[in-house]
Nanobody, 125 residues
Framework: VQLQASGGGLVQAGGSLMLSCAAS????????MGWFRQAPGKEREFVAH????????IYADSVKGQFTISRDNAKNTVYLQMNSLKPEDTAVYYC???????????????????WGQGTLVTVSS
């Protein structure tokens, strides 16, 4: 599986961005998909993940109510809608795929088998 993240950019505080992650491969619909982010000088951290059907999502406490993860299996794409952005949301955002069957929680980087290249989000104050 190859993942291609896009949609990052420069936005003012309070603004919105939608990130997309396009996946290759016919098994995309079976994977848990996640978003992580890594700010300068910090470790990569979990943001959100979504199960294969889109019916179950988990968010980091820091983005609950602010970000929304979704997926379109027909388009092999997962999205991250980011609203009310803050300077502390500045980071490189990565999408990732977890190929384990039946997984319900995947919040650690080691849970994921495939990673996209990252897309930079910069929020100015």
């Amino acid at each position: 599986v190859q993942l291609q993240a896009s949609g990052g950019g420069l936005v003012q505080a309070g603004g919105s961005l939608m990130l997309s992650c396009a996946a290759s491969g016919r098994t995309f619909s079976g994977y848990v998909m996640g978003w992580f982010r890594q700010a300068p000088g910090k470790e990569r951290e979990f943001v959100a993940h979504i199960n294969w059907s889109g019916g179950s999502t988990i968010y980091a406490d820091s983005v609950k109510g602010q970000f929304t993860i979704s997926r379109d299996n027909a388009k092999n794409t997962v999205y991250l809608q980011m609203n009310s952005l803050k300077p502390e949301d500045t980071a490189v955002y990565y999408c990732a795929a977890d190929r384990r069957y039946g997984v319900t929680v995947a919040t650690m980087t080691v849970d994921y088998d495939y990673w996209g290249q990252g897309t930079l989000v910069t929020v100015s104050s």
